[in-house]
């Protein structure tokens, strides 16, 4: 189911229920068969595994008529949500005769692929058309059942229009050459902002440390002073004591003068 028709549902105030067999059906709960037209398939695959198989979903629908469910198909490339919407709140409310969705115009290539992949398996258009001429298809959107598709494809993927889609994949091929010529300067310019960037932090880191290194100087630069001071203070009092005991030198040396001269 595609990401469009569930966010709608939900929007609504819908819980819708992603479910992958029968098993898993509520016969009581309006139940939405969702599948795509072959370009839609092809296109959103993004491998041959991951591609509609139309023969599966008729299948399936198959064993929902036989248990009575309550269900409708919808071509996920053609449908209305408030239609859809308005269906799933009221089983019984009438639908509009007029139709105001339609096929979006293919992509030329894309449209060219797929009929490459239907000319291949010519099989799946078939079990498209038998899908779309269920009576709980189309007629429910008040739509033709799109049973011509190749046909909107070939229109498509005229020569006009792969020329004109040609043409264009080159212009924007040679937008994106001058665009990338034009971010490669800028590219230069953005790796050497980011080498002054890692410089500046670098310079900042080393900044940083020049000011914690400033200030152990500071520190050392007053211990220092400290130091210098105590040593001043030792030096006077060594002075001092120098002079005490020169002092205390001649004191003695009197003294022992004239105790000399006493004992003569």
């Known amino acids: 189911m595609s990401n469009g028709l569930l966010q709608g549902l939900r ?23 969702v599948y795509p037209d ?19 979903v008729l299948s399936f629908v ?21 239609k ?21 115009n293919p992509e030329p290539f894309g449209a060219l692929h797929a009929l490459d992949w239907l000319r291949m398996h010519p099989e ?21 059942p799109d049973l011509d598709c190749l046909g909107r494809y070939r229109q498509a993927a005229n020569l006009d229009a792969l020329l004109a889609a040609r043409q264009e994949q080159a212009a924007l091929e040679a937008d994106l050459v001058e665009l990338a010529q034009q971010l490669q300067p800028l590219q230069q310019q953005q790796l050497e902002a980011l080498a002054l960037r ?3 932090a670098l310079l900042q880191g080393r900044l940083q440390q020049a000011d914690v290194l400033q200030e152990r100087c500071s520190e050392l ?25 020169s002092s205390s030198s001649e004191a ?13």
């Open 124 to 144: 799946q258009n078939q079990l498209y058309q038998a899908l779309e001429s269920h009576p709980l298809a189309a007629a429910l959107d008040g739509r033709p």
């Open 11 to 33: 929007n609504a105030s819908l819980s819708p229920l992603l479910i992958y067999d029968c098993n898993s059906v509520d016969v009581e709960l309006p139940t939405l068969v």
């Open 221 to 245: 630069q007053l211990s220092l002073q400290a130091q210098q001071l105590d040593l001043e203070q030792l030096a006077r009092r060594l002075a001092l004591l120098e002079q005490l005991v």
């Open 84 to 104: 859809l919407i308005a269906w799933c709140v009221d089983l019984r409310a009438p639908f509009s005769e007029e139709c105001t969705h339609y096929f979006t």
């Open 38 to 56: 072959p370009l839609g398939s092809f296109c959103c695959a993004s491998s041959a595994r991951e591609i509609i198989n139309y023969e599966q």
């Open 62 to 82: 198959s064993v929902m008529e036989r248990f009575g469910c309550n269900f409708r198909l919808v071509n996920i490339n053609c449908s209305s949500l408030p």
């Open 252 to 264: 003695s040396l009197r003294l022992q003068s004239r105790l000399a001269q006493a004992l003569a």
């Open 198 to 200: 890692e410089q500046l």
